[in-house]
């Protein structure tokens, strides 16, 4: 009797080690399916569309010099305002005006002696018409006078929602090709996604495009073409080879 409790009791228990009947030569417990690696094609692919810029922005400037500070700051806020309200005249709201920096500094001598000060603030414009855009520029400039600068343009399309989408179709294309020829050069059916990543989408212009004249003519400015790229990581799992 004691001989055949302790059989029943370790049949009971053999069991429980993987959950369903084993042969006792058993050493190691079998990985389940999601313990073992997953078979996969890692690729990025690349959608690019180009639009027409529909917004530039001007980046302004006035610099004064003057004996005293206050002399200084008062000229460059003087050329700041005309600049500013010369814009306004012409068409640009005053939300897309903003003061982008101040900066105060003095020139001295040799000995350290300071002999005047010098102002600079900065006011970016976005110019939502373009075909005003050279003559706005010019009339910024020429309502600063000699204070006046110019630091640059730039061009961006305010609305590339619908440019954007169709650079990422183009992307997930691209990367599905990629793959299903990596799939098929390994004897491998392509399965489904598992992961997707994208970089952030970018947006630049040709070189070249922005050009000026004098201020007392309108500036001469075109706009070009923009491009929009995106980059898109894509993992396919592999699926069971034929054979």
């Known amino acids: 009797m004691p001989a055949l409790i302790v059989l029943t009791t370790f049949v009971a228990l053999y069991p429980l080690v993987d959950g369903r ?21 890692l690729v990025t692919g690349h959608g690019e569309v180009v639009g027409k810029p529909d917004t530039l922005q001007a980046n302004f400037g006035v ?4 004996r005293t500070v206050v002399e200084a700051l008062k000229r460059a ?20 005006l903003e003061t982008s920096n101040i900066s105060v500094s003095s020139a001295r001598k040799d000995d350290g002696t300071v002999t005047g ?8 414009a976005r110019v939502r ?41 183009r992307a997930f294309a691209d990367a599905r090709t990629k793959a299903a020829l990596y799939a098929r050069a390994a004897g491998r059916p392509l399965g489904r996604v598992v992961k997707v990543s994208e970089e952030s989408p970018s947006q630049w212009a040709p070189g070249g495009q922005d050009r000026f004249a004098a201020a007392d ?17 894509v993992e396919w799992a592999l699926g069971r080879s034929a054979r």
Do not use: H, W
Request: no cysteine; aromatic share 2%; glycine share 10%.
């Open 21 to 41: 009947p084993a042969s006792a030569s058993a050493g190691a417990a079998v990985a389940s399916p999601a313990d073992r690696s997953l078979e996969s094609v």
């Open 63 to 66: 610099e004064t010099n003057a």
């Open 77 to 96: 806020n003087t050329a700041a305002s005309r600049m500013r309200d010369a814009l306004v005249r012409g068409g640009v709201a005053r939300a897309d």
């Open 117 to 124: 000060y010098s102002v600079s603030q900065g006011l970016t």
């Open 129 to 169: 018409n373009l075909p005003r855009g050279g003559a706005l520029l010019s009339a910024a400039i020429a309502a600063g006078g000699d204070a006046a600068r110019l630091n640059g343009v730039s061009f961006a399309i305010e609305d590339d929602a619908a440019l954007l989408g169709e650079a990422r179709k």
């Open 217 to 233: 003519s309108p500036v001469p400015i075109e706009p070009g073409r923009q491009r929009l790229t995106v980059a898109v990581t």
